[in-house]
């Protein structure tokens, strides 16, 4: 029979995490795109969190969560080695590009049709890491900028500029896309 | 301001992340620059239609399952035949009182429902035309005192503004037969009613979402008091404002 202190432990930790297992799942969805290692990832997640959860202090358990989760698909993204580069910190050529020579490219004044969710899906998918991540933290789990920065290790104004280019990228990939099904 | 800083910060403008002087900055760039101004209008445009889709996963059922299942749960022993008989041998007493011990647990369970529904009939009234608040301030600094001499306990009145969630005032209200404090927030057009009572039960319970008749309740207890919140806000919403109010009283009674 298990200490009563770790029962105790496993149900706050149950009270604090688990409401936040759609969100957990969402980001792994979009950083793996698999369901089966996304699910995987989560799991390994919760368990990771709940073996340090004595060493988490408040007051935003969310931040705290995706960082594990982060830490648990960069893992994956190891395994599977070649086809995707893992999520760096450390800004790769595409983040030191000018944000506007893209949209520049674009037209200005497009105004986007409403898509539905997978094809909205599709396209967020296929941005490049670590705009992708930034980029579902903020629009699809509500994150604020320091919460994305205590995520990912990352500086605010980081933050900031990846986010930036996340949305330029994805607004050019969308009117393409529009374009050609036009 | 280049177009180039421009062309970053005004997602920070759209974010609502940027503080009033930055702010400014940004919109006098753009009201000056036809092409920054399209650039932000397309990319609100595009917040609009990504915020209208639902993006979101949902987690397997299994999965959860999967997860709770790898928690330490509390495990029912399996009694042993011996053990069976030694209770039957201790007689009717022992199987009285602890048959009282299960009524007690029921009862409690009961009455955690009744004041829930209590609370959130108090949320209900509160809402209608007028009741809603009887000090109207935005200061705690007035709410804090108003509510002196007229409950048997002085509920922490914290200004959340700043962390999104505004202070409007205080009200009494009655729950379980007692006077209880209500510190009203708001965020947006959603109203946040925080009841706050004494209680015997000085240690620390953390905080657990339950919902009844549509709306979100909050309750935790901590430093001698028992707190609800209730609100039509989502349950991230409302734990967010749980855990901002948590922290925020933290730094005060520590700081």
Redesign the interface.
Known sequence: ??AND??Q????????A??Y??????LA?YLLRDASD??DA??EC??RA?KHFDSYR???IKPWLFAILRNVCNAEYARRAHRHSAIEDTPGAAEQT???QE?EASP?????R????GA??KL?DALAEPFKETFVL???N?L??REIAEAVGAPVGTV??R??RA??M??AA?TADEEQAR | MT??EA??????LL?N?LDAGHAREVEAHIASCP?CA??L???R???R??A?????????A???A???A??????R?QPSRRSVLRGFAMGSAVSALAASGVVALVLRQDDQQRILSEVVSAHLRSLQAGHLIDVVSTDQHTVKPWFNGKLDVAPPVIDLTAQGFTLVGGRLDYIDARAIGAVVYKRRQHVVNLFVSQTSNAEYR????ETMQGFNCRRWGNRGLNFWAVSDLG??EL??FV??F??AIKTNVEG
């Not at chain 1, 432990?9 to 604090?16: H, I, L, S, T």
């Not at chain 1, 200005?108 to 986007?112: A, G, I, R």
């Open positions: 029979m298990p770790d029962l432990k496993a149900q706050r930790f149950r009270e604090a688990l409401p297992l759609d969100d957990v799942y969402t969805r996304a699910e989560v799991q919760y368990l709940l408040g007051p935003a000018p944000i506007w949209t200005e004044t497009e105004v986007l409403s898509r539905d969710a909205i899906r967020i903020r629009e699809i509500n604020s900028y900031m500029s986010l930036a949305r330029a994805l607004r969308w | 177009c180039d062309r970053i910060l005004l997602h920070a974010d992340e092409a399209a650039e209008s397309a990319q445009d595009m917040q239609v990504l209208d889709a639902d993006l979101r996963y949902t987690a397997p299994s999965l959860r999967r997860i709770e790898s928690l330490p749960q509390p495990q022993q953390a905080p657990r979402t349950a991230d734990a967010e855990d901002k948590e922290a």
